[in-house]
């Protein structure tokens, strides 16, 4: 199956400073990209979904000044927090997709556990 | 309204039975497709099982299978035989497209499946 990884696993760090995630698409080229936001014990709350190349489209209440979603090529997107505060702090998790047949499957990487002190 | 209901926080299941894992869903789309996933508690997204809209035949995958009701717009996911193995949460979730080729995945709040030795 496709796959998909996320680097990186698990980050801390102080309250101010930015945080990159990256989200790669290891065997297929990805149509989208999907980012997804995850509080502990709750479902998978859609941030932003972005196409390679074009700006991402951003769900309503997600800032998107504080978090810039970059998805330069077909196998890569950036998710950065900018000015990360405590109640940034969640699992960040994307997915990647791409036309096969009927389905429009989403591929998950394994998330990103950020914790801001 | 919600556009997709678990209405099954938590369910118990004793090992090689089955047991049925409840989805509504909402929509004014004819076409969209329903997903489930597994999330065990290492945070990773399984796929389970995809369901087209005009599906006329319940999708399987080996011990999973969906039972799809289109007119009530349910999904309900059966697990035949089940194991240890199958403890975790599971979403169902539901895409939907837009005009501009936006897609949007909307996630339920997951039902927490623990089987019982």
């Known amino acids: 199956g496709a796959v998909v990884s996320q680097h990186p696993s698990r980050v801390i760090c102080k309250s101010g400073t930015s945080v990159k995630i990256e989200c790669r698409s290891l065997?297929?080229?990805?149509?989208?990209m999907f980012w997804y936001r995850q509080f502990p014990k709750q479902s998978l709350m859609l941030m932003a979904t972005?196409?390679?190349?074009?700006?991402?489209?951003?769900e309503q209440g997600v800032e998107k000044d504080k978090f810039l979603i970059n998805h330069a090529s077909l196998t890569l997107s950036t998710l950065t927090v900018t000015s990360a505060h405590p109640e940034d702090s969640s699992f960040y998790i994307c997915?990647?997709?791409?036309?096969?047949?009927?389905?429009?499957?989403?591929?998950f990487g394994p998330g990103t556990r950020l914790t801001v002190l | 309204a919600q556009k997709i209901t678990q209405t099954q926080p938590g369910m118990f299941v004793q090992e090689k039975e089955a047991v049925t894992l409840d989805c509504t869903y909402d929509?004014?789309?004819?076409?969209?497709?329903l997903f489930w996933y597994k999330q065990p508690s290492s945070g990773e997204m399984i796929f389970l099982i995809y369901?087209?809209?005009?599906?006329?035949q319940n999708a399987t995958e080996g011990r999973y299978s969906l039972n799809f009701q289109k007119a009530r717009k349910s999904a309900n996911l059966v697990i035949s035989a089940s194991q240890l193995g199958d403890s975790a949460m599971y979403f169902c979730?539901?895409?939907?497209?837009?005009?501009?080729?936006?897609?949007?995945?909307?996630f339920g709040t997951g039902t927490k499946l623990q089987v019982i030795p």
């Open positions: 997915s990647a997709s791409f036309p096969r047949a009927l389905v429009d499957e989403q591929f």
């Open positions: 972005s196409n390679e190349g074009s700006k991402a489209t951003y």
């Open positions: 929509t004014s789309d004819q076409s969209y497709g």
């Open positions: 369901q087209g809209s005009y599906d006329e």
């Open positions: 979730a539901m895409r939907e497209s837009f005009s501009g080729g936006y897609q949007k995945v909307t």
């Open positions: 065997d297929f080229q990805a149509t989208t």
